[in-house]
């Protein structure tokens, strides 16, 4: 994190393009570091910080960060609804999720595809909880991340959920 804070002052006059890595490079130092507190607190059993957040601003930023790093061959489609409502949440958590999904996506289309992120509003009611066995009544924001690759095979998709589980 310091390099990335010193780099800007050792470089004169840089481009755009330059301004805009060096800044990109302090946000995801600043982003391991809240991961590293995250994985300690984690191992300790400890809470994430839960705050009421605009998710919209997450998914925009983590899509602006795949636009940029990600090969120009995936086509990335973002759309979100207009007016999402607050989340409960760690932003730095779910900001890690997202990465990791996009990720997932990307290295299942090698040569080309389409991510495509949507996030909605939805209001579930006693009628669709009683239709839908895990639904509780309540108000979400649902997030829907789908990509044109390879799939997930059965024997990977049965570990999917498991900590620290990775391809």
């Known amino acids: 994190l310091a390099a990335s804070q010193l780099l800007p002052l050792k470089i004169v006059n840089p481009d755009p393009y330059t301004q805009r890595l060096l800044q990109l490079s302090q946000e995801s ?86 991510l495509t992120v949507t996030a909605e509003n939805l209001k579930v009611d006693e009628s669709y909880a009683r239709m839908n066995l895990n639904a509780k009544v309540g108000s979400y924001v649902v997030i829907t991340v789908t990509d044109t690759g390879i799939g997930i095979p059965k024997e990977t998709m049965e570990r999917i959920f498991e900590p620290f589980f990775t391809t």
């Open 29 to 114: 130092a600043k982003r391991g570091v809240d991961l590293v507190k995250q994985i300690l607190s984690f191992a300790r059993g400890a809470e994430g910080e839960r705050t009421q957040i605009q998710i919209a601003h997450i998914l925009t930023e983590v899509v602006k960060v795949a636009r940029q790093t990600f090969p120009k061959s995936i086509e990335i489609s973002l759309s979100l609804a207009n007016e999402l409502w607050l989340v409960s949440g760690d932003a730095t958590q779910l900001h890690q999720v997202l990465m990791n999904l996009f990720i997932n996506a990307r290295d299942a289309m090698p040569e080309e595809g389409t």
